[in-house]
C-alpha cells in the first residue's frame, strides 16, 4: 500500500479510498468500503477499469505488447521452454531446476490415461457434437470420478486435481477429435514428450507406429505456450468466478471451457478461419473490409483486435514466425493462406484499423497453423482449452489460497420496474 489515496467527493463529503501498488501497472484504488460508506456501487460493464483479484502470475502491458509469466516474457518461454516447465512456471511461481521439471514431467505422464468407463461418455455424443460441447461434459464429469481430489480445502488434493487436469486434457481432446472421425481411441504414449504423445493421439493409428515431425511438434508446443495464460480474460475469470464459491477444480475448468468458447474469445480461431474460407479469394477482400467497417453490419474481422493490447499482440509475432516454419516445412499452397497474407496486409495499412488499434491477433495465426497441421476447424478452441487449462488451474490455485478470496458476488444498476401489486391473469 502507499500513502496515496483517491478521494471521492459526494454530496459536500469527501470519502478518500487508499491507492495499492502492484511490482508493475497501473495502481488500484481500493474500493471495498465504498457501498458501506457511501451507499453507492462503481458502474463497470465488461470490468474494464475493474482489478477483480491480486495475482503473481501473469503481466500484460497491453499499450507496450508486453506479456509476461512470473516476470518471464512470453517470446523467451516460446523459444525456450517445453510446455511442462511452463506449466511448472505457472503452477509453482519459478523456473524448475532439472530435478524438479523431471519430477513434474513424470508426475504430469503417471495421470494421462482417463478412467476406461469415461470412454463410455463419448458414445453419447453425435459423431458431429462439437468438440468444445464434448470438452465441457467430459472435463465436468471427471469431478464423478476423482472424488479424491475434490476437496478445495486441501493443498496436496488440489495439486493432484491441477495434475490431473493438465494431464488428461490431451487425452479429452485427441479423443473427441477421434470420435468425430469414427477411428480408434488412442491410449497415450508416456515416452513421448507431452505435444508429442497429443499429436499422436490425434493423428495416429492403432494399425501403424506414428513418427512425430519435430517441426510440427516444436510449432504444436509453441501454440501451446503461448495460449497457457492471459492474465484475467474472460474464462479465467469464470474460472475464478465458479471456484469462488467453493465448486470442485472439475467443474471451474468445465465452466472455464464454456466461457472460452464463444467467438469474441476462444472461439476465434476457429472463426477466423471460418472466415478466410468465406471470403474464398483475394479479390474479395474489400468488400469484407467495407463490412468490418460498416457500423450497421454486426460483421467483424475474427482474428483482429483485442481488448488489452491495443498496439501489437507479442503472441501474434511468435505466431506469425511459427506458421511461416509449418507452411514452409509442410510445403502446402493453400487459397485460404493467400487470403490471410493479403488481408493482414491491407488491414494494417487501412486508416480505420490503424486508427482503431486493430492488429491481428494470436488466433489469426494459430488458425492458419492448426489447418495446415490438419487439424478440422471444430478442434481449434478444443486445443485452446488444452493449452490455457495450465493457467486456469494456476489461477484457481492462486485464488484458492487468497486469504482476501470471498465469493465473486457482483453488484448491479437496476433499470427494471419498480415495486408492483400482482394481478390475476382475467384481470390484465
Ligand atoms: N473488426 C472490425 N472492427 C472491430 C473489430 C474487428 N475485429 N474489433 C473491434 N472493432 C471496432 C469496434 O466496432 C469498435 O468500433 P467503434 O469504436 O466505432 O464502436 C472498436 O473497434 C472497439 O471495439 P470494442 O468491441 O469496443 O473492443 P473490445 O475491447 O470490447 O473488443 C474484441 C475486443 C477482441 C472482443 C474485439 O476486437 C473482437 O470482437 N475481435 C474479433 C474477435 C477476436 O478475434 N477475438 C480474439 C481475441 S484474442 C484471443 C483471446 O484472448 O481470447
New binding site residues.
Partial sequence: MTDKTVTLAIDGTNHPYPVLEGSVGPEVFDVRKLYNETGMFTYDP?Y?STASCQSAITYIDGEKGILLHRGYPIDQLAENSTFMEVAYLLLHGELPKKVELDDFTWTISRHTMLHEQLMTFYRGFRRDAHPMAIMCGVVGALSAFYHDSTDITDPEQRMIASHRLIAKMPTIAAMAHKYSVGQPFLYPDNSLTYTGNFLRMTFGVPAEPYHVNPVIERAMRRIFILHAD?EQ???TSTVRLAGSSGANPFACIAAGIAC?WG???????E??LNMLREIGHTSNIPKYIAR??D?DDP???????????KNF?PRAKVMKATADEVLKELNISDPVLDVAKELERIALSDD??IE???YP????YSGVILNAIGFPTEMFTAL?ALARTVGWVAQWNEMISDPEQKIGRPRQLYVGATQRNYVPVGKR
Fill in positions: 465488461g474494464t492471459h480474460n474472460a474464462s472460452l467467438p469474441a474469445h476462444g472461439g476465434a480461431n472463426a477466423a468490418a467497417k457500423k460483421f467483424r474481422l475474427m482474428g483482429f483486435g483485442h481488448r488489452v493490447y499482440d480505420y484499423f482503431k488499434k486493430l491477433n494470436v488466433d489469426f485452446f
